[in-house]
């Protein structure tokens, strides 16, 4: 029905991208309904893919379609095989154009959303990027000698000791001291621990 279709490209405009919209039609019994108004039964349907839209008549009565919203649009996948470990440059990325409503849930569809981030595991060229293929790149690797800062007002302690974990930006690690006591603080720089003190 018209009423859907109108509806449902109502609703699909924030997707900023090419939108297809296909409403299935009523079966041949469906009475005559006068002044349709269009709704969604759950508000946790998705923006794309299957989606259900009642059709409220005048009467009081309901009805309800059955409708595909594919969403057309550009994502990036890496332009060659990726090993492990490594991290995501502008180099490594190429442009793709397709249905992106019909890639993975959890797909990274924009460069920025990867770069600076390394891989979990291989990525395979030509292949939608997952969101848990990638991670914070690690500032502090596990065994190595770090930097222990605490700072507050007056004062400023430097000390070293090595890393019992890996972590990335804010991370909380936890550092054996020279002296074997352990300390627990936020990666705050490569290499760096900071410690919070209760000391102003």
């Not at 299935?24 to 039964?41: G, I, V």
């Not at 008549?57 to 470990?85: D, F």
Request: hydrophobic share 35%; net charge positive; charged share 25%.
């Amino acid at each position: 029905m018209d009423i859907a279709h109108a509806f449902l490209e109502q609703r699909s405009r924030h997707l900023g991208n090419k939108v297809q919209i296909k409403v299935a039609e009523p079966s041949a019994h469906w009475p005559h309904c006068a002044a349709p108004e269009a709704f969604l039964p759950s508000k946790n349907q998705p923006d794309w893919g299957r989606i259900t839209v009642g059709i409220r008549c005048a009467s009081g009565s309901t009805r309800y379609l059955q409708a595909q919203v594919a969403v057309l649009g550009n994502y990036w996948v890496p332009r060659e095989n990726i090993p492990a470990g490594t991290t995501i440059t502008e180099e490594l990325l190429r442009r793709e154009k397709g249905e992106i409503s019909a890639l993975p849930t959890g797909t990274l569809l924009k460069r920025k959303e990867m770069l600076g981030l390394e891989s979990r595991r291989p990525l395979r060229a030509g292949t939608p990027v997952q969101q848990y293929q990638l991670q914070q790149r690690a500032l502090v690797k596990r065994r190595q000698t770090v930097t222990l800062v605490a700072a507050g007002r007056g004062f400023n302690i430097q000390r070293e000791g090595r890393a019992l974990d890996e972590g990335a930006m804010g991370d909380k690690v936890r550092v054996r001291l020279p002296d074997r006591q352990i300390i627990s603080g936020r990666v705050s720089g490569r290499g760096q621990i900071h410690v919070t003190t209760g000391r102003n």
